[in-house]
């Protein structure tokens, strides 16, 4: 299983970025996966997650701002983030699970990761 995230960046508060996470190894569409995020100082949190019917969840901190997705053609999943404010700064990570229905937004639920992709919000 490898995950590659790629898509962080710096921008200025308001503004969007698309992370992307560049899945292989394994039978793509089947399984759960997340988004998390570490800022300096802080515990890995759990972004937004998509299980395996497609369902997404979100942390309050991001609804309505963020969008997960997945590209099962291209074996990606996506992060789209707009209006991104200072506190969204962070390393991005991409994770996969098992095969799983609902929200799973515990680091803990997730068995491989990504190298991360570093997103820098500016006020």
């Known amino acids: 299983v490898l995950l590659v995230e790629s898509g962080g960046g710096s921008v200025q508060a308001g503004g969007s970025l698309r992370l992307s996470c560049a899945a292989s190894?394994?039978?793509?569409?089947?399984?759960?996966m997340g988004w998390f995020r570490q800022g300096p100082g802080k515990v890995r949190e759990g972004v937004a997650s998509?299980?395996?019917?497609?369902?997404?969840s979100y942390a309050d901190s991001v609804k309505g701002r963020f969008t997960i997705s997945k590209d099962h053609a291209k074996n990606t999943l996506y992060l789209q983030m707009n209006s991104l404010k200072p506190e969204d700064t962070a390393m991005y990570y991409c994770?996969?699970?098992?095969?799983?229905?609902?929200?799973?937004?515990?680091?803990?639920?997730?068995?491989?990761w990504g190298q991360g992709t570093q997103v820098t919000v500016s006020s």
């Open positions: 994770a996969r699970a098992g095969i799983c229905r609902g929200p799973h937004r515990r680091p803990t639920e997730y068995s491989f």
């Open positions: 190894g394994y039978t793509y569409s089947r399984y759960c």
């Open positions: 998509i299980d395996s019917d497609g369902k997404t």
